[in-house]
């Protein structure tokens, strides 16, 4: 008895779909381990750090998570994921491909903020996947106010 070719058509349009649709995880951000040095070049307890990150794609959002140096001045960064599915990933792989000049953006960028106890002393690293991590961040005096919270000092 012959099966119906229709039945393999259709487990393959079934499989194609699961494989569209399932939310696979990417690395938006890998953990870091960063020293935060003040003005001087002396570790800064206590330091505010900040990390916004995004894995760029068509509708994606920009996230970020506020919190303090520990004692040794260093300021750990945990690994942040994002889940997308590949329907929405290779329309957005193609629109980086035919506006590449435009510069839309596509894949893993994170950002690592350090702000004094000064509002006018912070610095800041973008970085993408493809970039060394840091191993420290130097505060600087800067022209401009920078507030980690929204226009809120800690």
């Given at each position: 008895?012959?099966t119906?070719?229709?039945?393999?058509?259709g487990?393959?349009?079934?499989?194609?779909?699961?494989?569209l649709?399932?939310?696979?995880?990417?690395?938006?951000?890998?953990?870091?381990?960063?020293?935060?040095?003040?003005?001087?070049?002396?570790?800064?307890?206590?330091?505010?750090?900040?990390?916004?990150?995004e894995?760029?794609?068509?509708?994606?959002?920009?996230?970020?998570?506020?919190?303090?140096?520990?004692?040794?001045?260093?300021?750990?960064?945990?690994?942040?994921?994002?889940?997308?599915?590949?329907?929405?990933?290779?329309?957005?792989?193609?629109?980086?491909?035919?506006?590449?000049?435009?510069?839309?953006?596509y894949?893993?960028?994170?950002?690592?903020?350090?702000?004094?106890?000064?509002?006018?002393?912070?610095?800041?690293?973008p970085?993408?996947?493809?970039?060394?991590?840091?191993?420290?961040?130097?505060?600087?005096?800067?022209?401009?106010?920078r507030?980690?919270?929204?226009?809120?000092?800690?």
């Amino acid at each position: 008895m012959r099966t119906n070719p229709k039945i393999y058509w259709g487990l393959g349009v079934i499989l194609l779909l699961v494989f569209l649709f399932y939310p696979w995880t990417f690395t938006a951000a890998p953990e870091m381990r960063v020293l935060i040095l003040d003005e001087n070049g002396n570790v800064a307890p206590g330091a505010v750090v900040q990390e916004k990150w995004e894995y760029k794609r068509i509708g994606s959002q920009e996230h970020r998570e506020v919190f303090r140096a520990g004692k040794d001045g260093y300021a750990i960064f945990p690994k942040q994921t994002d889940r997308i599915p590949l329907i929405i990933l290779i329309p957005s792989i193609a629109r980086e491909i035919v506006h590449l000049p435009h510069g839309y953006g596509y894949g893993s960028v994170f950002t690592i903020f350090a702000y004094g106890k000064d509002q006018f002393v912070w610095a800041y690293i973008p970085l993408s996947s493809y970039e060394p991590i840091p191993r420290e961040l130097r505060l600087k005096r800067q022209d401009e106010i920078r507030f980690p919270n929204d226009g809120k000092w800690p």
